[in-house]
């Protein structure tokens, strides 16, 4: 059974970092390129960052400069980096697990974690 296990979402000001954290298990995370997505209330769900399993990051636009995405083959965790929070930042995060870089452009996602809500509020 594959499960991705996402933590670390909160509510911040703005200007404050948060750090998410994506647990995987039942399957083999170091084939896997791994994903963060984000949908905000009333928006589709968009590509924030990805990392294919040689390393190779991806980030959208938007977050470039404020945002990480890291992984540890050895825990099988991939985490989020979160820096100079916007309100624009404010939506459900989520985890994915996709074959390849190429999956990920085609939105061909294999796995989906359940959601960690980001807010940030003054």
């Known amino acids: 059974q594959v499960q991705l296990v996402e933590s670390g979402g909160g509510s911040v000001q703005p200007g404050e970092s948060l750090r998410l954290s994506c647990a995987a298990s039942?399957?083999?995370?170091?084939?896997?390129?791994m994903a963060w997505y984000r949908q905000a209330p009333g928006k589709q769900r968009e590509l924030v960052a990805d990392?294919?399993?040689?390393?190779?990051?991806n980030y959208a636009d938007s977050v470039k400069g404020r945002f990480t995405i890291s992984r540890d083959n050895s825990k099988n965790t991939v985490y989020l980096q979160m820096n100079s929070l916007k309100p624009e930042d404010t939506a459900v995060y989520y985890c994915?697990?996709?074959?390849?870089?190429?999956?990920?452009?085609?939105?061909?996602?294999?796995?989906w974690g359940q959601g960690t809500q980001v807010t940030v509020s003054s």
């Open positions: 039942g399957i083999i995370f170091s084939f896997y390129t």
């Open positions: 990392m294919s399993n040689g390393g190779t990051a």
């Open positions: 994915a697990a996709a074959a390849d870089s190429d999956k990920i452009r085609k939105n061909e996602i294999e796995y």
